[in-house]
């Protein structure tokens, strides 16, 4: 069974950045996507990015050019850098490899 460590959450102010880190217990260059959903309170849980083995990054609506996506093969990690974050941001984060998912982490964008 694949484990997934999600870390990188925390609070920041509002503008700022935080990088959220997937680490996998086997080697990630097998799963076909990877990716990110976020769950507010109140809110269904929606896609933030996705990343395939091989092609294009895909994003939500909401992204609008602030978060990148990527994957370090050798490292076995997914990575999500979030900039200009803003309260709206303010969600679990949970990664996932295939139809694995990680237990998340909270990310609070608050002044």
């Known amino acids: 069974q694949v484990q997934l460590v999600e870390s990188g959450g925390g609070l920041v102010q509002p503008g700022g950045s935080l990088r959220l880190s997937c680490a996998a217990s086997?080697?990630?260059?097998?799963?076909?996507?990877m990716g990110w959903y976020r769950q507010a309170p109140g809110k269904q849980r929606e896609m933030v990015a996705a990343i395939p083995r091989a092609g294009p990054t895909d994003y939500g609506d909401f992204v609008k050019g602030r978060f990148t996506i990527s994957r370090d093969n050798t490292k076995n990690t997914l990575y999500l850098q979030m900039n200009s974050l803003e309260p709206e941001d303010t969600a679990v984060y949970y990664c996932?490899?295939?139809?694995?998912w990680g237990q998340g982490t909270q990310v609070t964008v608050s002044s």
């Open positions: 996932y490899m295939g139809t694995s």
């Open positions: 086997v080697k990630i260059f097998s799963f076909y996507t």
